[in-house]
């Protein structure tokens, strides 16, 4: 995995016809935490990308802000506004400053952005960031695997248990989903 920040823990899932991405809400300053309920998950181009940041608030805010850009420029076409954003962000003097991770998701894509120019996609549908991330994606694996739960219950449960391991993660959650349109084979 790339760069960890503490202060957050970011799931995305993609599962049983949804695309669920959490974020807990706690920021901390040092090792006190200085608010509770941040929403560090949001709604991006018309509602149709979901994206979570890790990281320094106002550098994950400019980063949401920069991807929103370079969609509005490709249409709404995550892929191309991942790798721009990726590429930008690489290259640039002043974005390769910005301390902040960031996934996104639409209805068909899901990628993990980082400042080293990383576009991930997850192999098995789930990736998390931030210093809960090992515990939520390991909870939210086993659970796709071992249960039959949807895939909000899942990311619910297993940001309930990074939550329970990671003191920078509280369970104060903000969960945005996208449900995946199922083609008609009649």
């Not at 068909?108 to 210093?131: A, F, K, R, W």
Request: glycine fraction near 8%; proline fraction near 1%; aromatic fraction near 4%.
């Amino acid at each position: 995995m790339t760069e960890s920040f503490h202060g957050t823990t970011i799931l995305a899932l993609r599962h049983k016809g949804k695309v669920v991405i959490a974020g807990d809400g706690q920021v901390t300053l040092g090792g006190t935490i200085t608010k509770h309920h941040a929403k560090k998950v949001r709604r991006i181009y018309n509602n149709k990308i979901i994206t979570g940041f890790a990281g320094a608030t106002a550098d994950a805010l400019h980063l949401a802000e920069k991807l929103e850009q370079k969609l509005e420029r490709f249409n709404g076409n995550l892929t191309r506004g991942a790798v721009e954003l990726a590429r930008e962000w690489r290259t640039d003097k002043y974005l390769r400053k910005l301390e902040a991770m960031m996934i996104a998701a639409d209805e068909t894509n899901t990628y993990l952005l980082s400042g080293n120019g990383d576009v991930i996609e997850p192999d098995e549908g789930v990736i998390s960031i931030g210093s809960g991330s090992v515990a939520a994606q390991a909870a939210a694996q086993a659970m796709m695997r071992h249960t039959d739960l949807d895939a909000r219950v899942i990311v619910e449960n297993a940001m309930a248990i990074a939550a329970s391991l990671c003191i920078y993660t509280n369970t104060n959650i903000t969960i945005e989903e996208i449900c995946l349109k199922t083609e008609n084979t009649d």
